[in-house]
């Protein structure tokens, strides 16, 4: 069965240093999304992209973040300088349709620590 | 504002019995309303997407019920078993008229199945 891969499943960095996190969504999907976990708390959307652009964001998702299709396969979420409060699990998502009709299917997630 | 609010927090069952999860939202007008079991540290995998003319909507053990009037939805399972054991998460999508406004997601309820 098709599925969402994400990577690193677990990464620590220092604050101020930047991350890249990987995802391979689903082949046939055109809507891709990011979200995050702080432990113990409710997901939370950052951004949706769809046709090479980012068609909605969150206030999360602050010029610290940014997000990129480079080859079209992965879909990339990019925090330049990390805070400690960065520190949570990110999500990648995609869709066939609109998320507001389709359904979403998530990766398993990568795990940011930040120190 | 919109909202969605899951009770209770967390359920403690025994292995075989039946159990009800309730969520209630504040999110109107919206597209549809979703269920999601979330394995610890593992990503959010859809149960069930009723649209709002839906009353009820079936995967097996899981049945979902929706009543658009008094925005209160309901998850029961039936026999649990041990690998129900999980976060499940409501989530509402909202129609805007943009038609981006993201996805609301609710806290979670944690159900842990006992033997």
């Known amino acids: 069965e098709p599925e969402v891969t994400q990577t690193p499943s677990h990464q620590v960095t220092q604050m101020g240093q930047e991350v890249i996190l990987r995802c391979v969504p689903i082949?046939?999907?055109?809507?891709f999304y990011w979200y995050r976990q702080i432990l113990g708390q409710k997901v939370e959307f950052l951004v949706s992209?769809?046709?090479?652009?980012?068609?909605?964001k969150s206030e999360i998702f602050d010029d610290q973040f940014s997000v990129e299709r480079p080859d079209g396969s992965n879909f990339t979420l990019k925090i330049r300088s990390t805070k400690l409060e960065d520190s949570a699990m990110y999500f990648c998502a995609s869709s066939e349709q609109d998320y507001q009709v389709g359904e979403l299917f998530f990766g398993e997630g990568s795990r940011l620590t930040v120190l | 504002k919109n909202q969605v609010e899951q009770s209770p927090q967390s359920l403690i069952i025994l292995e075989g019995k039946n159990c009800t999860l309730q969520c209630n939202y504040t999110v109107s007008p919206f597209s549809n309303l979703r269920w999601y079991k979330q394995d610890t540290g593992r990503g959010p995998v859809s149960l069930t997407i009723m649209t709002f003319s839906e009353n009820t909507k079936s995967n097996g053990r899981y049945t979902a019920t929706l009543d658009a009037d008094t925005k209160q939805s309901s998850l029961h399972i039936t026999a649990s078993q041990l690998s129900d054991s999980a976060s499940y998460i409501c989530v509402v999508s909202p129609l805007s008229r943009r038609g981006n406004t993201p996805l609301v997601f609710g806290k979670g309820t944690r159900l842990s199945v006992i033997a």
């Open positions: 992209f769809y046709n090479n652009e980012i068609s909605e």
């Open positions: 082949s046939n999907h055109l809507y």
